[in-house]
């Protein structure tokens, strides 16, 4: 089992930056990948970034690209979502998940919330225009 816990989220002005944490317990932290997604009321869940084991490959949805990044700290179990630029658009609930496997190696894969076996809760990011 893997519990995932999410800080971080609160209501910040457009233009601002947060930095979403996720921690991880239960199993070996090393040994899966970690990914980021989103969703706002009334929407489908959005993919929005996702990361290897290492931290070597990362992965980003196009609207979020230049702003988002994604980081993790394998010491200490947990993995970070760095959030610059927000848009009232980027407002929503962000969940992190695990998969075990190190790393599918491609986007479509890494991007697909079928492919995570563990989710927290969520944090809510709410920004103001």
């Known amino acids: 089992q893997v519990q995932l816990v999410e800080s971080g989220g609160g209501l910040v002005q457009a233009g601002g930056s947060l930095r979403l944490s996720c921690a991880a317990s239960?199993?070996?932290?090393?040994?899966?990948?970690m990914g980021w997604f989103r969703q706002a009321p009334g929407k489908e869940r959005e993919f929005v970034a996702a990361?290897?084991?290492?931290?070597?490959?990362?992965y980003y949805a196009d609207s979020v690209k230049g702003r988002f990044t994604t980081s993790r700290d394998n010491a200490k179990n947990t993995v970070y979502l760095q959030i610059n630029s927000l848009k009232p658009e980027d407002t929503a609930v962000y969940c992190c998940?695990?998969?075990?496997?190190?790393?599918?190696?491609?986007?479509?894969?890494?991007?697909?919330?079928?492919?995570?076996?563990?989710w927290g809760q969520g944090t809510q990011v709410t920004v103001s225009s």
């Open positions: 990361i290897n084991w290492s931290g070597g490959n990362t």
């Open positions: 239960g199993r070996t932290f090393s040994s899966y990948a």
């Open positions: 998940a695990a998969t075990l496997i190190y790393d599918y190696s491609n986007y479509d894969t890494m991007s697909a919330p079928t492919i995570y076996d563990y």
